[in-house]
Nanobody, 119 residues
Framework: VQLVESGGGSVQAGGSLRLSCAASKYTYSRCMGWFRQAPGKEREGVVVRTSGGGATYYADSVKGRFIISGDNANHILYLQMNSLTPEDTGMYHC???????????????WGQGTQVTVS
């Protein structure tokens, strides 16, 4: 299982970024989600989707600002992040598993992450 994130960077508050997570066809069909971890804090779920993208669940802190989507042909999971605030700063990871754990960071497969810094 290989998950490769990209798209992070530095942005001013109020700005936007789009993160990408490239996966294999098999991995993309399973439960997938985005998590983040700020320095000194525990990893937290941002948004997750069930296998095949049947349902999605967002953390309250990002509802109305972040949108998860996917490119089914190329097996890429996206996270569109709008109206960013400094509280959104952290390392963002893509995760996957055949089991759905909701927003709990119990997924068994993780990417290396991409850094997002909002100032």
């Amino acid at each position: 299982v290989q998950l490769v994130e990209s798209g992070g960077g530095s942005v001013q508050a109020g700005g936007s970024l789009r993160l990408s997570c490239a996966a294999s066809k098999y991995t993309y069909s399973r439960c997938m989600g985005w998590f983040r971890q700020a320095p000194g804090k525990e990893r937290e779920g941002v948004v997750v989707r069930t296998s095949g993208g049947g349902a999605t669940y967002y953390a309250d802190s990002v509802k109305g600002r972040f949108i998860i989507s996917g490119d089914n042909a190329n097996h890429i999971l996206y996270l569109q992040m709008n109206s960013l605030t400094p509280e959104d700063t952290g390392m963002y990871h893509c995760a996957s598993d055949r089991v759905y754990f909701g927003l709990l960071p119990r997924y068994n497969y993780w990417g290396q992450g991409t850094q997002v810094t909002v100032s």
